[in-house]
């Protein structure tokens, strides 16, 4: 990861789908980028101290019960939110710039304030940023890139610069130097998730987004959580043959344009993690496509296993999942499952082909077919 460097060691547990995992630092910056270092830089920080606000006594967040409330618009520290939390994209994040802040708040720049609030089964963690770290320049430059003053590309330039120093300043900080606290009440602690199943060494992909970033198939992981491993390491692996058949050693992330034929959890959010495309209108969803190339077909009428990328100065290329690699077995239980959600019974034999084909998609090179 270039433009600020974290310390080693950085990184907050939590739950999903009943799962204990860990997210990373550099998980969470790579799935911002590089545009507001210094907010992912400060939203990490924020996560690490509710915390600790929240369970004194051990404990995790659950994605499924936590909220985060705040008037702080910042894109680096809702990002930070949704990589660990995932609360942007299952609305429990409330951005408010009128919430009522303790006096002496400190002003974001432009509009809002640099105050949060975390809350989870009966617990509340409320903070506020200490007055003195935000740079008077900061202020101004960010006035000037809202308002269009000045030269627009020596502007951002050195709001790029900034934004990099203050993450770095605020990744070795301790969040007690960052936040002060206003008020505290612990979460109830909850039975503890498991652990998660092993997915085993897919390699590495790197990520080029104002700075260059190294993701693993755990980071998609991380992300997503663990209840579609089947589509989450479909991703994995078509990416890596899309960057094997381009001969690109890193993708320039929003240069990249995705057609995808089927849906699922794991697909969307694998797809999002690397490209951030659907937010952004490079990215979209188109069955009939799939299906009209007789691709494989996804279950529950998802859409059919086809996938085109568009990379800058090429054609696009069609990749299609080889029949071979279709999990049947898999298939059929979540089309029994989806008619029948309290048929329980078949679940173990469910999460055990899920993993199977996880484990196969990441170990085979040539998973899809190439069209020419």
Not at 131 to 147: C, K, N, Q, R, S
Not at 226 to 231: D, E, F, K, P, S
């Amino acid at each position: 990861m270039e433009g600020c460097l974290a310390p080693e060691g950085l990184s907050i547990p939590f739950e999903s789908d009943s799962v204990r995992l860990l997210a990373e630092y550099g998980d969470v910056a790579a799935f911002h980028g590089g545009r507001y270092p210094a907010g992912v830089a400060l939203g990490f920080k924020a996560l690490t101290l509710a915390q600790q606000l929240l369970f004194p006594g051990g404990g995790n967040f659950v994605r499924e019960r936590c909220t985060v409330e705040t008037p702080f618009p910042g894109g680096g520290f809702r990002d930070a939110a949704e990589m660990v939390l995932r609360s942007v994209s299952r609305d429990r994040y409330r951005l408010d710039l009128g919430l009522p802040v303790p006096q002496g708040t400190v002003p974001a720049p432009v509009e809002g304030h640099f105050f949060f609030r975390f809350l989870q089964d009966g617990g509340c963690a409320e903070f506020s940023l200490r007055p003195g770290l935000v740079p008077e320049e900061f202020y101004a430059v960010t006035e000037d890139l809202h308002h269009g003053r000045g030269d627009p590309e020596a502007v951002e330039a050195r709001a790029l610069e900034l934004r990099r120093a203050i993450a770095s300043a605020v990744l070795v900080l301790d969040p007690s130097e960052l936040f002060v606290v206003h008020g505290a009440r612990a979460a109830e602690v909850l039975p503890e998730g498991a652990e998660p199943p092993l997915l085993g060494d897919a390699g590495s992909l790197s990520l080029i987004d104002r700075g260059t970033y190294a993701v693993t198939v755990e980071s998609l992981r991380r992300h997503h959580g663990n209840a579609a491993l089947c589509g989450l390491c479909l991703v994995w692996s078509l990416v890596r043959q899309l960057g094997r058949h381009a001969g690109v050693d890193a993708f320039e992330r929003r240069s990249v344009g995705v057609t995808a034929g089927a849906r699922g959890p794991g697909i969307l959010d694998g797809l999002e993690y690397l490209f951030r495309g659907f937010g952004e209108g490079r990215a979209a969803f188109d069955f009939g496509w799939a299906e009209g190339l007789g691709a494989p077909r996804a279950p529950m009428g998802s859409g059919a296993f086809a996938f085109r990328f568009a990379l800058p100065g090429r054609e696009p290329m069609t990749f299609v999942l080889k029949d071979r690699y279709v999990p049947h077995g898999y298939f059929a239980l979540c089309e029994r499952k989806a008619g029948a959600p309290g048929a329980f019974g078949e679940e173990p034999e469910r999460r055990r082909l899920q993993l199977e084909f996880a484990q196969l998609a990441l170990s085979e090179p040539e998973l899809f077919e190439v069209l020419p």
